[in-house]
């Protein structure tokens, strides 16, 4: 059974950084495409970025580019989020997730394309 579990959220004042990290276990090697999610206060489920399962290619929602970075260790079966500039919109809590597939779709990560879920972490922003 794939498993993931995030790792390093906390609080921090605006124009801060935080960085967060997703442990994948139980993939058996096969190829992961791997992304992180947020649900603010109120808020529906969104998107934040993706990065396929070689880690050459990411993508990210339009709020938090050239803010957030995204990168893969595969050898360490993990992803992390480098969160910079940190605003207080970005109080969130955040989530991994991952998904066995062929491919990798284009575009910001849509909650339906994912099946493994970690628990989520919270990242909270004061001005």
């Known amino acids: 059974q794939v498993q993931v579990a995030e790792s390093g959220g906390g609080s921090v004042q605006a124009g801060g950084s935080l960085t967060l990290d997703c442990v994948m276990s139980g993939n058996n090697g096969y190829n992961y495409v791997m992304a992180w999610f947020r649900r603010g206060p109120g808020k529906e489920r969104e998107g934040v970025a993706s990065?396929?399962?070689?880690?050459?290619?990411?993508y990210y929602a339009a709020s938090v580019k050239g803010r957030f970075t995204v990168s893969r260790d595969n050898s360490k079966n993990m992803i992390s989020l480098q969160m910079d500039n940190l605003k207080p919109e970005d109080t969130a809590m955040y989530y991994c997730?991952?998904?066995?597939?062929?491919?990798?779709?284009?575009?910001?990560?849509?909650?339906?394309?994912?099946?493994?879920w970690g628990q989520g972490i919270q990242v909270t922003v004061s001005s």
């Open positions: 990065i396929s399962s070689t880690g050459l290619t990411t």
């Open positions: 997730a991952t998904e066995r597939r062929v491919g990798f779709p284009e575009g910001v990560p849509q909650p339906s394309q994912f099946t493994y």
